[in-house]
């Protein structure tokens, strides 16, 4: 039995799943969800990582409440063929003594960076607390 559309011509199941098809994302070369999801749990400085960084986590060691920390370095490594766009937005975060938002004490420079494909770009990272006594993560 064929189903009939609303102008009473024939509809195969073929045309259907071609016409679904058509809205749907382009699919990535593994289409597996376990691999997917393995791939997010991966360290972001993994080596098998396709967009890497140098380090998983930065330390700042003591900083003074208001004070800027020394810089530090981050490399992104780009394995693509491509370039991609980086843009690094901080929100806002909330100040726990005064249950205000406050400007994120992180703050990487350059802001914004396109990284040529198989390259690398270094990125400054400073950190100024805005709390006595805290531990940000």
């Excluded at 400054?124 to 805290?134: G, K, M, R």
């Amino acid at each position: 039995m064929v189903a009939k559309d609303i102008d009473g011509m024939e509809d195969s199941l073929m045309d259907s799943a071609m016409d679904v098809d058509l809205h749907l994302e382009i699919p990535i070369d593994d289409p597996n969800q376990v691999v997917l999801h393995k791939e997010m749990l991966h360290d972001s400085s993994a080596k098998m990582r396709d967009i890497r960084l140098s380090e998983n986590s930065i330390n700042f060691n003591f900083t003074e409440n208001g004070r800027l920390s020394e810089s530090r370095q981050l490399t992104l490594e780009n394995k693509f063929n491509f370039p991609i766009k980086v843009d690094w937005t901080l929100l806002p975060v909330l100040n726990k003594t005064t249950n205000q938002f406050v400007k994120n004490p992180f703050k990487v420079l350059p802001a914004q960076q396109e990284i040529s494909p198989n390259s690398n770009f270094i990125f400054n990272v400073d950190f100024a607390p805005y709390e006595p006594d805290s531990y940000f993560f």
